[in-house]
């Protein structure tokens, strides 16, 4: 069963630090781009961050450029979203996503062929 779970969610003062976990299992991620995207009540989905498979290229939101870093670890089959310099704008339920797209630039989510369930993150104080 293709399944991504996302783990590392909860509550965050600002400017603090979270870092998201996507793990894969069922399929492996090194032949994926694994993207992040987040939506806040009453928003829209939004695009956070992606990186590729082949090179680790990358990609982020210009919210989000500078405060959040995306990396991967394929011997563990996970993907990971270092959050830091945490606002109350960043409060959203996150969820990552897997799609053979290469990630250079913004990948639409029509693109993404497995989602996982999603982790709230909540920045207040």
């Known amino acids: 069963q293709v399944q991504l779970v996302e783990s590392g969610g909860g509550l965050v003062q600002p400017g603090g630090s979270l870092r998201l976990s996507c793990a894969a299992s069922?399929?492996?991620?090194?032949?994926?781009?694994i993207g992040w995207f987040r939506q806040a009540p009453g928003k829209e989905r939004e695009g956070v961050s992606c990186i590729s498979s082949s090179d680790a290229s990358t990609y982020y939101a210009d919210s989000v450029k500078g405060r959040f870093t995306i990396s991967r670890d394929n011997a563990k089959n996970t993907v990971y979203l270092q959050m830091n310099s945490l606002k109350p704008d960043d409060t959203a339920v996150y969820y990552c996503a897997a799609t053979g797209y290469y990630c250079s630039a913004y990948v639409p989510s029509y693109e993404y062929d497995y989602w996982g369930q999603g982790t709230q993150v909540t920045v207040s104080s």
């Open positions: 069922g399929f492996t991620l090194d032949y994926y781009t």
